[in-house]
């Protein structure tokens, strides 16, 4: 099967500038997930959808970081504007489900490198 | 809450050497455990995982058991190889929960 699809792999910008990354999950995949990973640090979590809905953006911060799944599918996270603390890995992840099942595993794509100067 | 703490790297190892990755966590209930591991300009992959206590992970010779009385799981392999540099995150996810926490990252480096 087809893994998760990120875009684009690098992005540089300056500070307050904006930015998006896209992400298209594993085909029937219901749950999403977007992380940052900062240098050096493992990945944090920014949102979660289950479907078209949010389930958990406790993490995100909203007055700059906004993401949609508006069918349900594929993804966008968007930052504006940004800070130079924003420079690390975006990761996208999906999982089939959400559920009490331990055997439900995530799935991560290769993520997109953002820097910004 | 949740969290893990994971060895600090980065480690390096002669091809065929013994490998040992510590991890200890903090959560309520019946967490998940898992490893992942990033090779490099890829993106993380399971290597294995344990859902409940006493549970041993294994993969490609790679093994963790899930130890409750110590809130450990910490990756050992026998003989690593070349092949094995990367980076290897410890995880849990709570009870209940889908979102997964993870350590730091520890940095293997096997050299020849």
């Known amino acids: 099967e087809a893994g998760v699809a990120q875009s684009p792999r690098y992005k540089i910008i300056e500070k307050r500038q904006s930015v998006a990354f896209w992400c298209n999950p594993i085909s029937g995949h219901a749950t999403l997930y977007w992380y940052q990973q900062i240098l050096g640090q493992g990945p944090k979590l920014l949102i979660q959808?289950?479907?078209?809905?949010?389930?958990?953006d406790s993490q995100l911060p909203k007055d700059r970081f906004s993401a949609e799944r508006l069918k349900g599918v594929d993804s966008t996270l968007k930052i504006q504007p940004a800070k130079l603390e924003d420079s690390a890995v975006y990761l996208c992840?999906?999982?089939?489900?959400?559920?009490?099942?331990?055997?439900?595993?995530?799935?991560f794509g290769a993520g997109s490198r953002l820097t910004v100067l | 809450g949740n969290s893990v703490t994971q060895m600090e790297g980065p480690v390096t190892l002669s091809e065929e050497a013994f490998l040992t990755i510590n991890c200890t966590y903090t959560?309520?209930?019946?967490?998940?455990l898992f490893w992942y591991v990033q090779y490099p300009g890829e993106g993380l992959q399971l290597l294995l995982k344990a859902t409940k206590a006493d549970d041993k992970g294994s993969n490609k010779g790679f093994e963790a058991t899930y130890r409750k009385e110590t809130t450990s799981f910490h990756l050992e392999k026998g003989s690593v190889q070349v092949s094995d540099s990367a980076v290897y995150f410890c995880a849990l996810r709570g009870t209940g929960a889908n979102n997964l926490f993870f350590g730091t990252g520890t940095r293997l480096t096997v050299i020849p």
């Open positions: 959560a309520t209930g019946y967490p998940s």
């Open positions: 992840a999906s999982s089939l489900r959400q559920g009490l099942s331990g055997a439900n595993v995530l799935t």
């Open positions: 959808f289950q479907n078209n809905g949010v389930v958990d």
